[in-house]
C-alpha cells in the first residue's frame, strides 16, 4: 500500500482533532472507531472481507503499513474467522498514540507540552496541515450536502464518525442537526463500513453476546458520550483533557 493515500485510521483521528484545544473529541469510543477503521481500510486493501457479522483473512499478504499489518496478522493468527464486535472490543492499547506519533512524524501534527493544574505534564497534538484536514472534511460536507452516494472510503469514513459520536463535534448545535441526521444515514452507503460502524457501536452499548442482524440506515446503538480523559506522561498515550 503506498504512502501518498492517508489511511481511515489517520483520517478519523484527523476529524477528531480539536484545532482550538488540541485534543481529541470522543476520546473513549475514538479508540474503538480506530480499531474499526483498521479493519475498513484492510477491506479496502483486499486482505480481509466480511462473513457474515464475522472478519475473514482472504490474502495475509502484508500492506506495507506497520501498524496495519499488525492488526492483519492478528487477525491471521485467528485461523478463523472472527466477529467484529469482539476484535473491536479487544484491548488496543497505545493505539491513538501510535497514529498521533505516525502523523507527527509526516508533519501533520505538533505536539505542544503543558501542564495541568501546574503540575500533571500533558501532551496536546495540534494540526500542522490544515489544508489535509478541510480536504477530508469537506468530502463529508459534500457528501451530506448534495445526497451523491459517496465513494466507499468517504462513506466509511462517515459511518465511522458518526459511530464514534463526532456529529454534534462537526456539526454543532440545533443548526447541524440535519446534517448528523445526514451524517448518520450515510453509513448504509458502505457494507463494511456499515459492518464495522454498527460493531463499534454495539461495543459501546455492551451488546456483543449476539450477532448483530442486518440494518438499513442509521441502524441501532447510540454513541458514546464524552467523558473526561486522564493525563498521561509525553512517554504513553497523549494528555488527556476533555474536548468540547
Do not use: F
Not at 485467528?78 to 512524524?105: D, F, K, M, N
Not at 448534495?146 to 464514534?164: E, I, M, N, S
Not at 461495543?203 to 447510540?222: H, L, T
Amino acid at each position: 500500500m503506498g504512502r501518498s493515500r492517508r489511511t481511515l485510521p489517520e483520517e478519523l483521528l484527523l476529524l477528531a482533532l480539536d484545532p482550538a484545544t488540541g485534543t481529541t473529541a470522543q476520546p473513549q469510543s475514538l479508540d474503538l472507531g480506530l480499531a474499526g477503521a483498521q479493519l475498513v481500510e484492510l477491506a479496502l486493501a483486499g486482505r480481509i472481507a466480511p462473513d457474515g457479522d464475522r472478519i475473514a483473512v482472504v490474502m495475509p499478504r502484508p500492506t506495507g503499513d506497520p501498524t496495519l499489518d499488525s492488526a492483519l496478522e492478528l487477525l491471521r493468527r485467528r485461523g478463523s474467522p472472527v466477529r467484529a464486535v469482539h476484535w473491536i472490543g479487544g484491548p488496543r492499547l497505545g493505539l491513538r498514540q501510535t497514529y498521533l506519533s505516525h502523523l507527527e512524524r509526516c508533519g501533520m501534527v505538533h505536539a505542544v507540552e503543558g501542564q495541568m493544574c501546574g503540575v500533571l505534564p500533558t501532551t496536546r497534538y495540534q494540526a500542522t496541515e490544515t489544508a489535509i484536514s478541510r480536504e477530508i472534511r469537506a468530502r463529508l460536507d459534500s457528501a451530506i450536502r448534495t445526497g451523491v452516494p459517496p465513494d466507499p472510503r468517504t462513506a466509511a469514513l462517515a459511518a465511522l464518525a458518526h459511530a464514534v459520536g463526532l456529529g454534534k463535534h462537526l456539526y454543532p448545535g440545533n443548526e447541524g442537526r440535519s446534517s448528523r441526521s445526514r451524517l448518520r444515514d450515510l453509513i448504509r452507503h458502505d457494507p463494511m463500513g456499515g459492518l464495522v460502524a454498527h460493531a463499534v457501536m454495539d461495543v459501546q452499548n455492551g451488546v456483543g453476546a449476539q450477532p448483530r442482524r442486518n440494518s438499513g440506515a442509521g441502524g441501532g446503538g447510540r454513541p458514546a458520550t464524552a467523558v473526561p480523559m486522564q493525563p498521561q506522561s509525553r512517554s504513553g498515550s497523549m494528555a488527556r483533557a476533555v474536548a468540547h
